[in-house]
């Protein structure tokens, strides 16, 4: 019998994470690609990692993950919101911890639409009285 995934979505900004976790070695692939060839920064891959150092699976899982739109910043927060809320599914004990660093939360901000009028979303043309 094939191996049991499970399939979740995170979102972040305006990125999408789709990721299949399956019980396996603890490969990482993003896009066809490793993990360090996907990240070179640190931070990035730190943002990964996070939820599975919380709840202490670090090596337990493969997790393929297929993630478009948004910059690399977004895309690492998108994995991880997917990762925390797959954790979250296949264990209670993991998602009371994983609620409480606030990791399950999808982050809804966005960036501010430009308004007509103005050269931006809270910049406002110079004020002059004559």
């Known amino acids: 019998m094939a191996a049991k995934y499970i399939h979740t979505v995170g979102k972040r900004k305006t990125a999408i994470a789709?990721?299949?976790?399956?019980?396996?070695?603890?490969?990482i692939t993003i896009n066809k690609r490793t993990m360090d060839e996907y990240y070179l920064r640190a931070t990035s891959k730190m943002v990964i990692m996070q939820?599975?150092?919380?709840?202490?699976?670090?090596?337990q899982f493969d997790i393929r993950v297929n993630v478009i739109g948004g910059g690399l910043s977004g895309q690492a927060g998108a994995i991880r919101h997917a990762i925390s809320r797959a954790l979250a599914n296949s264990d209670l004990e993991a998602r009371k911890v994983l609620k409480k660093a606030g990791l399950i939360t999808r982050d809804s901000r966005k960036k501010e639409r430009k308004l007509p009028g103005q050269p931006g979303a809270r910049k406002r043309f110079q004020y002059s009285k004559r």
Not at 18 to 27: A, L, N
Not at 51 to 59: H, R
């Open 51 to 59: 939820p599975l150092e919380l709840t202490g699976s670090v090596g």
């Open 18 to 27: 789709r990721i299949w976790m399956k019980p396996g070695k603890g490969e």
